[in-house]
């Protein structure tokens, strides 16, 4: 019987080391408590369609127009100012005359509001581009003036050299007058060189040509009109 009673528990303890269901620390649940998803409500007047995060942000960087807008509803901007009912996308594409103007999206939509669009004439718009055109080009044509001193310091004529290769890089057309200013000494010959060579160094860095022979006299009074090489 003793020999009965010890081959039990032999088998009672196998059991309880391989057959019992294993247990885990109470940290280790914590790692995947599930977290409830709220689903969005869809819109009763139009639907948007998901788009990933990158196209969205391409959408912003450039005009969103006619067929493009991602709503099957829009808002219409009207003549004074004010905002129409919203009407299907379709509907609104056939509104006008789309060989003479288009519809742009002008104002992104949310789950409870269609995007807002404007009808733009393409003849107006080329008219804008080619103002805004003229006016940049106006801007680029203008000559900017630096005017150096021929016995300037060296903090004075770092900055103005990097002042006159700012403006050739962006195209500008620079005149360099060096001149004396008056009640000031008269430069020494080390001061003049210096300062011209500085100035024609400067602008072969950068690539620049003079627009016109130099006017004037080293020492005294000097004109350079130069411009960045096409």
Same mark, same amino acid.
């Given at each position: 019987?003793?020999?009965?009673?010890?081959?039990? $528990?032999?088998?009672?303890?196998?059991?309880?080391?391989?057959?019992?269901?294993?247990?885990?620390?109470?940290?280790?649940?914590?790692?995947?408590?599930? !977290?409830?998803?709220? %689903?969005?409500?869809?819109?009763?007047?139009?639907?948007?369609?998901?788009?990933?995060?990158?196209?969205?942000?391409?959408?912003?960087?450039?005009?969103?127009?006619?067929?493009? +807008?991602?709503?099957?509803?829009?808002? +219409?901007?009207?003549?004074?100012?004010?905002?129409?009912?919203?009407?299907?996308?379709?509907?609104?594409?056939?509104?006008?005359?789309?060989?003479?103007?288009?519809?742009?999206?002008?104002?992104?939509?949310?789950?409870?509001?269609?995007?807002?669009?404007? +009808?733009? $004439?393409?003849?107006?718009?080329?008219?804008?581009?080619?103002?805004?055109?003229?006016?940049?080009?106006?801007?680029?044509?203008?000559?900017?003036? !630096?005017?150096?001193?021929? %016995?300037?310091? %060296?903090?004075?004529?770092?900055?103005?050299?990097?002042?006159?290769?700012?403006?050739?890089?962006?195209?500008?057309?620079?005149?360099? +007058?060096?001149?004396?200013?008056?009640?000031?000494?008269?430069?020494?010959?080390?001061?003049?060189?210096?300062?011209?060579?500085?100035?024609?160094?400067?602008?072969?860095? %950068?690539?620049?040509?003079?627009?016109?022979?130099?006017?004037?006299?080293?020492?005294?009074?000097?004109?350079?009109?130069?411009?960045?090489?096409?």
């Amino acid at each position: 019987m003793k020999h009965i009673r010890g081959l039990i $528990s032999t088998t009672q303890a196998l059991r309880h080391t391989f057959l019992a269901p294993p247990t885990f620390p109470q940290t280790q649940f914590l790692r995947y408590t599930l !977290i409830p998803v709220i %689903a969005q409500p869809q819109s009763r007047f139009y639907s948007i369609r998901r788009r990933p995060a990158n196209a969205q942000l391409l959408a912003r960087s450039k005009q969103v127009k006619d067929e493009d +807008i991602r709503s099957q509803h829009v808002q +219409i901007v009207n003549e004074e100012g004010g905002l129409d009912s919203p009407m299907r996308l379709r509907d609104a594409l056939n509104s006008f005359d789309r060989s003479e103007n288009f519809l742009l999206q002008v104002s992104p939509g949310s789950i409870d509001r269609p995007p807002v669009c404007k +009808i733009v $004439s393409r003849v107006a718009l080329r008219e804008q581009e080619r103002a805004k055109a003229k006016v940049t080009h106006a801007a680029k044509t203008a000559v900017k003036q !630096i005017e150096l001193n021929w %016995a300037i310091d %060296a903090h004075d004529l770092a900055h103005r050299l990097k002042q006159l290769t700012t403006f050739l890089e962006k195209g500008r057309k620079v005149e360099i +007058i060096l001149t004396r200013k008056k009640g000031k000494r008269p430069p020494n010959v080390e001061e003049v060189k210096h300062l011209m060579d500085s100035v024609m160094q400067t602008t072969k860095e %950068a690539d620049a040509v003079q627009m016109r022979p130099m006017e004037g006299e080293p020492g005294k009074h000097v004109i350079l009109v130069v411009k960045k090489r096409d």
